[in-house]
């Protein structure tokens, strides 16, 4: 078979060995294809959703329904971008009856966070897709930001962010 890698030129973000089911808390940024505005528009510095949006935000709230060792915090969904803040608050992901894993295995409990935004993705893409009779348009970009947030300062810090993020939607990079 022909490696692709280098036409695609895909490499992780995510940084190397280290394991995203962790308990912490972590910044994440998810931006939309093309960065099209797609999810509403600002006005008078608050983000004004429309279906599309409001699908956004359902299906974050809906996440603790599937992962029930997380919890959410603050969030914000602009026109073209998602930013929401996820704590993994325990790391019991071991399947009922596990008792010796393979090491292919391991790796992918240790991946819970891209899982969690992969299932955010694929649920609000699907949705979106449905209402706009466009099934299998891309509505994200391939990939997202994350930051492992490592202290109450930091946290405190990107949670202000995230509130002011209307705000300040016409300094911001994904404004443009």
């Known amino acids: 078979m022909k490696d692709n890698r280098k036409i695609h030129n895909r490499r992780s973000i995510r940084l190397k060995g280290y ?70 608050v325990t790391t019991d992901n071991t399947p009922v009856g596990a008792i010796h894993e393979s090491p292919l295995q391991l790796q992918r409990r240790k991946m819970l966070l891209p899982k969690i935004i992969g299932r955010l993705k694929m649920n609000t893409a699907k949705q979106i897709n449905i209402i706009r009779n466009t099934p299998g348009i891309p509505v994200w970009q391939r990939n997202y930001y994350e930051h492992i947030i490592r202290d109450d300062e930091s946290f405190y810090r990107i949670s202000k962010y995230i509130i002011n993020n209307p705000i300040n939607w016409e300094k911001d990079d994904y404004y443009a």
């Not at 999810?39 to 983000?47: A, E, L, V």
């Not at 956004?56 to 997380?70: A, K, M, S, T």
């Open 19 to 88: 394991d995203y089911s962790q308990i912490g808390a972590y910044f994440v940024t998810i931006c939309t294809h093309n960065r099209e505005f797609l999810f509403g528009n600002i006005s008078d510095g608050k983000m004004i959703l429309n279906d599309y949006g409001k699908i956004v935000e359902q299906c974050w709230y809906d996440l603790p329904n599937h992962y029930n060792n997380i919890e959410l915090h603050e969030f914000v969904v602009m026109p073209n971008h998602f930013h929401g803040i996820i704590s993994i």
